[in-house]
């Protein structure tokens, strides 16, 4: 657990500058934490089978620092996961994976996903398919 503390001090004591090269917002929201931003983390965009999928972290600006939940006595950052579509200029609306077990119920299916056109996220298009 200290271990685990210590790692997560020394992350958010990295310089905002490799932080924001590493991250884009693309979606801003009012939940039960105030204003957060999902960004995504660009260190996990990979080719799985026809899509293109990336790990979000939710992060506070008034805080400077990413949403951390708390289960079973484990500290553990906040994520979730999306899938793109390059090829067809989509991506999934909806999570399909997520670090928080309480949201098991809202992940969506890949075969089902309601997909939305990519050129209504251009900061999705342009970090995860390169589009400008």
């Not at 991250?23 to 995504?40: A, I, L």
């Not at 799985?48 to 992060?59: I, S």
């Not at 996903?113 to 050129?119: E, H, I, K, S």
Request: hydrophobic share 35%; net charge positive.
């Amino acid at each position: 657990m200290k271990k685990t503390l210590a790692l997560l001090c020394a992350l958010c004591a990295l310089p905002a500058s490799a932080q924001e090269s590493r991250y884009v917002t693309f979606k801003t929201v009012n939940d039960r934490w105030g204003k957060t931003e999902h960004q995504v983390d660009r260190n996990t965009i990979k080719q799985e089978g026809a899509y293109q999928t990336f790990w979000t972290r939710v992060w506070k600006p008034a805080d400077k620092q990413p949403v951390a939940l708390s289960s079973a006595g484990r500290l553990y950052m906040w994520s979730q996961k999306f899938a793109v579509d390059c090829a067809n200029r989509r991506y999934a609306a909806r999570f399909i994976d997520s670090t928080d077990a309480g949201e098991e119920k809202k992940k969506a299916n890949l075969q089902t996903v309601r997909w939305t056109a990519l050129d209504k996220n251009p900061a999705v298009n342009r970090a995860v398919c390169g589009g400008k």
